[in-house]
């Protein structure tokens, strides 16, 4: 609104004339309002636009700044010269340019002293206003919507996902938006790639690579790691595939044309699949069970009128050495995080260790599939340059030593415990959707405007 024109247009001969200090010329007023009244408004600020040096002007007598500070003094001093009440208004408040600095016309009239000058201060009562909180009761005709869209013996595909479950813990009030309510955002077709492209690009063209490294066996060899690594032009092979089937939707016999932002995005995807390569060779030999493997578990909930749903999602890759089944979850962004203990993950906080809740979930359910030893990990590839970095997943108190999730046995009994705990609570009648007191969840939620946070 500060850099705002508007046009005004006033009668020339009744009432309130609205004009600028030179429309004033040779007119004289009874009453007087003088807006804006701040150096830099009047007189107004502004460099000379010539390349033709202050001294180099004034000695050759041609037009500079001081000429244009004495013309609207002179337009100032006669137009105040005949009114009879004067009203002049100034800014105290510094923005941008604006140092909320008196013009020295109005320092010159208090310092003068021969005028009756009246001074009144004006403020803004201003208070912190905080909007209403906004919560949904789960009403009986809620509760039914709620039931019916995920009761498998409805509807046999519907299903929670690790991520809906994580906006629950998250936001209940967003998890009704979006898994109750409903509410879609629309699709924008960008030449953009956002976060989720990105991800999708990455994953596929993993997936793309460990298809072809084990066309004759399930085995990962440490040499055939290494000797692709060593051919960039290949790995930006599989990346640009990837790029052509779910950015460009393109066939593959097409060549799209790459912008500047998308080329950069095409090299730091084939970057992250050469340090994901990279780091799988200090792990091979491995066998690769699968990659985008779809899991899912069906739960009955007791507390629900007996209600059975199910819970699953797709688990980016599984493999498996020495006896240990490894469940990896891929992240192209965030820190790393370690799990103080199991209640951490069900408990709504600033940082809950929302990546780790998704990839335990996955091996709650796979462990109830095979009896191998499953070991949750987390791989997060732009980290994954270095020597030293682990996928594994650690566990312990603050300032104490940690202990590796190897073995998630250890552990299921109670994370399984809680997480029927949990969904009891998303059926519970009692319990409403609420706002997050963590607001700065709100930050990129599409919900916030409705929300008003």
């Given amino acids: 609104m500060f850099t705002s024109n508007i046009p005004f247009h006033g009668e020339p001969a009744v009432g309130l004339q609205i004009m600028g200090v030179l429309e004033t010329r040779n007119l004289d007023f009874k009453n007087l309002i003088i807006l804006s009244l701040n150096e830099g408004q009047l007189p107004p600020s502004g460099k000379d636009t010539s390349f033709i040096p202050y001294n180099l002007r004034k000695a050759f007598g041609m037009t500079t700044a001081d000429h244009r500070d004495a ?15 004067i009203t002049l208004l100034y800014n105290t408040s510094s923005n ?34 905080t909007g209403k909180e906004i919560h949904v009761e789960k009403t009986p005709a809620i509760l039914s919507v709620l039931k019916a869209g995920y009761d498998i013996n409805e509807h046999p595909k519907a299903c929670f996902s690790p991520s809906a479950l994580n906006t629950y813990l998250d936001c209940r009030m967003k998890f009704y938006y979006t898994y109750v309510a409903r509410l879609r955002i629309p699709n924008e077709i960008s030449t953009e790639i956002d976060s989720a492209t990105f991800g999708s690009i990455l994953h596929y063209s993993a997936e793309l690579i460990y298809k072809d490294l084990t066309i004759r066996d399930k085995l990962i060899r440490k040499e055939d790691l290494e000797k692709l690594l060593h051919n960039k032009v290949k790995i930006q092979d599989y990346a640009n595939v990837a790029f052509k089937k779910l950015f460009f939707c393109a066939l593959p016999e097409e ?11 095409l090299n730091v995807i084939t970057s992250y699949l050469s340090q994901l390569i990279r780091n799988d060779s200090q792990y091979a030999p491995f066998e690769l069970v699968a990659m985008e493997q779809e899991v899912e578990e069906a739960f009955t909930l007791s507390m629900a009128d007996g209600i059975k749903i199910k819970i699953g999602g797709i688990i980016d890759r599984i493999d498996c050495k020495d006896g240990i089944l490894r469940i990896v979850d891929y992240k192209t962004g965030g820190t790393p995080k370690t799990l ?6 069900f408990t709504p906080a600033e940082d809950r260790p929302n990546n780790i809740f998704q990839t335990f979930l996955y091996a709650a359910i796979i462990s109830r599939q095979q009896k191998l030893t499953v070991a949750p990990a987390l791989l997060y590839i732009h980290r994954a340059a270095s020597e ?41 009648p009692h319990e409403p959707f609420t706002q997050t007191p963590y607001t700065a969840k709100c930050q990129y939620c599409n919900f916030k405007a409705i929300c008003g946070r």
């Fill in 255 to 265: 060549e799209p044309e790459y912008n500047g932002i998308q080329l950069i995005n």
């Fill in 388 to 428: 030293t970095y682990s996928p594994v997943i650690e566990i312990g108190e603050p300032r104490k030593p940690k202990t590796s999730v190897n073995d998630f046995s250890l552990y299921e009994k109670e994370f399984r415990e809680r997480l029927l705990l949990l969904l009891e609570e998303i059926y519970n």
């Fill in 71 to 85: 013309m609207y003094a002179y337009h100032f001093y006669r137009l105040i010269q005949r009114a009879e009440n």
């Fill in 96 to 129: 941008g340019l604006n140092r909320g600095e008196w013009s020295r016309y109005l320092l010159q009239l208090l310092v003068d002293q021969t005028h009756d000058i009246s001074r009144e201060v004006l403020e803004t009562g201003q208070s912190l206003q």
């Fill in 340 to 345: 103080v203990n199991i209640e951490q993950l």
